[in-house]
Nanobody
């Protein structure tokens, strides 16, 4: 079992930045692919970004490409989502997820473990 704890959410004005963190409880975290998903009110949870175990392969949703950067520090069992040039449409609860199979996919069902979520609110 892996526990994921997110932090770093908050309220920011449009154009601002936030950095989300997600720390995993398990040492074998370094073998896992990790993902960020988000869910806005009244909408389905959607893919934001994914990263393979090595950190060398990342994937982003088109809506965040060029603005968000996903990185990981396996020595700290932590991944980071740097979010720049935030827009009101980025407002959502952001969830960290772990994929022990290392796929790093965009598909929600490929992830076995989920954090509790952290709220990001971008004001216009």
């Amino acid at each position: 079992q892996v526990q994921l704890v997110e932090s770093g959410g908050g309220l920011v004005q449009a154009g601002g930045s936030l950095r989300l963190s997600c720390t995993a409880s398990k040492r074998t975290f370094s073998n896992y692919a990790m993902g960020w998903f988000r869910q806005a009110p009244g909408k389905e949870r959607e893919f934001v970004a994914a990263i393979r175990w090595s950190g060398g392969n990342t994937a982003y949703a088109d809506s965040v490409k060029g603005r968000f950067t996903f990185s990981r520090d396996n020595t700290k069992n932590t991944v980071y989502l740097q979010m720049n040039s935030l827009k009101p449409e980025d407002t959502a609860v952001y969830y960290c997820a772990a994929d022990p199979w290392g796929l790093g996919s965009r598909v929600l069902d490929d992830y076995d473990y989920w954090g509790q979520g952290t709220q990001v609110t971008v004001s216009s």
